[in-house]
């Protein structure tokens, strides 16, 4: 079964707004990740948020994770075309050799 | 930069074949996985290796087996491809010396199985 269950699925913006997808999980984890795809392509890793913190930022990125809910939202600024992608949260289990259970991801789509 | 390759990015084959997916890394990352992905599916995890000869199963190793006879190199192998395995194939590497076990994904192989 998936670890991380995102929402919205799909999200169509314009550009200058920003974008907000949220993660949900299951089951205790290490750290949640959130990995970028474009069309065709393999997945780039964005930014990752350890279970013992709260918010990270990385450029127009901003991740929060609530442990007590198991959820983390991950937040794009000023979107520009080129964040249109999918976009996907990851959980590592402790016990897991670095095991990554993906969601099924958001497709966003950015449009000028 | 940490490289991932894979060596075709397309494939089609027929029916019955047997079918061998390379993957390289270049960073001396001790994990390599190997994933398909399906249109609302997500990722599955097919094989993971976290060393060489080691190998374990993921979530859906039926109709695969993988090889990993060097760091750098995992293969995966399809017997005998059926249609229902026509999908993307991503690999990936990951080290335990990278806190987080954040992974490096190849650009995919997006194979047709007639």
């Known amino acids: 079964s998936q670890q991380g269950e995102e929402d919205p699925q799909a999200l169509s913006i314009q550009e200058g707004e920003n974008a907000t997808m949220n993660c949900s999980y299951k089951?205790?984890?290490?750290?949640l990740q959130w990995y970028r795809q474009n069309s065709g392509r393999g997945l780039v890793h964005l930014i990752l948020?350890?279970?013992?913190?709260r918010e990270k930022h990385s450029g127009r990125l901003r991740v929060t994770l609530d442990t007590s809910k198991k959820s983390s939202s991950l937040l794009i600024t000023a979107s520009r075309a080129a964040d249109t992608a999918s976009y996907f949260c990851?959980?590592?289990?402790?016990?897991?050799?670095?095991?990554?259970?993906f969601g099924a991801g958001t497709q966003v789509v950015v449009t000028p | 930069d940490v490289k991932v390759t894979q060596s075709s990015r397309y494939l089609v084959k027929r029916t019955g074949e047997k079918v061998f997916l390379e993957c390289v890394q270049d960073?001396?990352?001790?994990?390599m996985f190997w994933y398909r992905q399906d249109p609302g599916l997500g990722l599955r995890l097919i094989y993971f290796?976290?060393?060489?000869?080691?190998?374990e199963k993921g979530d859906i190793p039926e109709g695969y087996s993988v090889s990993r006879e060097k760091k750098e190199r995992f293969s995966l192998i399809l017997e005998s491809a059926s249609t229902n395995q026509t999908s993307m194939y991503l690999c990936?590497?990951?080290?335990?010396?990278?806190?987080?076990?954040?992974?490096?994904f190849g650009p995919g192989t997006r194979l047709t199985v007639t």
């Open positions: 990936a590497s990951s080290s335990y010396r990278l806190a987080g076990y954040e992974q490096y």
């Open positions: 089951t205790s984890i290490n750290n």
């Open positions: 948020i350890r279970s013992n913190e």
């Open positions: 990851a959980t590592v289990r402790g016990d897991s050799w670095g095991k990554l259970q």
């Open positions: 960073m001396d990352h001790e994990n």
């Open positions: 290796s976290y060393d060489v000869k080691m190998k």
